[in-house]
């Protein structure tokens, strides 16, 4: 089946007030592992020299949701935190599209240890079906400096908010009607069941 997606509108309302918390709070359970890790990590950071304070920047391409799937991302932050915006770099159809956006702590800057949490907007319209899947992520990873360049990898839970509307033929009492629904992990599609448990990061960067 074809996906395709909306412009994006009231899909991030859950069909319940408590089920897209409920959700959330799930998956961040499953992921426990990964957020005791991510605070190891922070907390032996701590302990090793910490950058001054500065506004930094950089440009990077990965993937994983905050990088659009297969994207290019723009930073820009000062001290331990930043935010980032990415875009595709990589349509495999011209009516697929996505943005990212995230936010990051990392208390030694430009390396180290790093919390990020991220929302992806994916929209796929056109003549057959239309789809918008919204992806809320928070990732815990390592990012190390290579001079100008770094290396980043992270992984962390995810909780997806699926908008399809079916084609207006060929699926009988289904014809035209919207499905809405959130799930633990990143469900892509109405078919995909129960979706990938968890998301991913993983890029290159030039730091300036």
Same mark, same amino acid.
């Given at each position: 089946?074809?996906?395709?997606?909306? +412009?994006?509108?009231?899909?991030?309302?859950?069909?319940?007030?408590?089920?897209?918390?409920?959700?959330?709070?799930?998956?961040?359970?499953?992921?426990?592992?990964?957020?005791?890790?991510?605070?190891?990590? #922070?907390? #032996?950071?701590?302990?090793?020299?910490?950058?001054?304070?500065?506004? %930094?920047?950089?440009?990077?391409?990965? +993937?994983?949701?905050?990088?659009?799937?297969?994207?290019? %991302?723009?930073?820009?932050?000062?001290?331990?935190?930043?935010? #980032?915006?990415?875009?595709?770099?990589?349509?495999?159809?011209?009516?697929?599209?996505?943005?990212?956006?995230?936010?990051?702590?990392?208390? %030694?800057?430009?390396?180290?240890?790093?919390?990020?949490?991220?929302?992806?907007?994916? /929209?796929?319209?056109?003549?057959?079906?239309?789809?918008?899947? +919204?992806?809320? @992520?928070?990732?815990?990873?390592?990012?190390?400096?290579?001079? *100008?360049?770094?290396?980043?990898?992270?992984?962390?839970?995810?909780?997806?908010?699926?908008?399809? %509307?079916? *084609?207006?033929?060929?699926?009988?009492?289904?014809?035209?009607?919207? /499905?809405? @629904?959130?799930?633990?992990?990143?469900?892509?599609?109405?078919?995909?069941?129960?979706?990938?448990?968890?998301?991913? #990061?993983?890029?290159?960067?030039?730091?300036?």
């Amino acid at each position: 089946m074809r996906i395709q997606l909306r +412009v994006f509108h009231a899909a991030l309302w859950p069909s319940s007030p408590t089920q897209g918390l409920t959700t959330l709070l799930a998956g961040i359970a499953r992921m426990k592992h990964l957020f005791i890790a991510a605070l190891l990590l #922070s907390a #032996s950071a701590r302990a090793q020299e910490v950058e001054p304070a500065a506004l %930094r920047g950089g440009i990077g391409f990965g +993937v994983g949701t905050q990088y659009g799937v297969i994207g290019a %991302r723009a930073e820009l932050g000062y001290g331990a935190f930043s935010g #980032s915006i990415a875009v595709p770099v990589f349509l495999w159809d011209k009516s697929f599209k996505t943005y990212a956006l995230a936010v990051r702590w990392s208390p %030694r800057g430009k390396s180290g240890p790093f919390v990020s949490a991220g929302a992806m907007l994916a /929209v796929d319209d056109n003549e057959f079906d239309q789809t918008t899947l +919204v992806v809320f @992520s928070l990732i815990g990873g390592w990012r190390w400096r290579l001079g *100008p360049l770094s290396l980043e990898v992270g992984a962390g839970p995810a909780v997806s908010h699926l908008d399809y %509307r079916f *084609p207006k033929e060929d699926y009988g009492a289904r014809n035209g009607s919207l /499905v809405r @629904s959130w799930s633990y992990g990143i469900r892509p599609d109405v078919t995909t069941q129960p979706g990938f448990p968890f998301d991913v #990061s993983v890029g290159l960067g030039l730091n300036f």
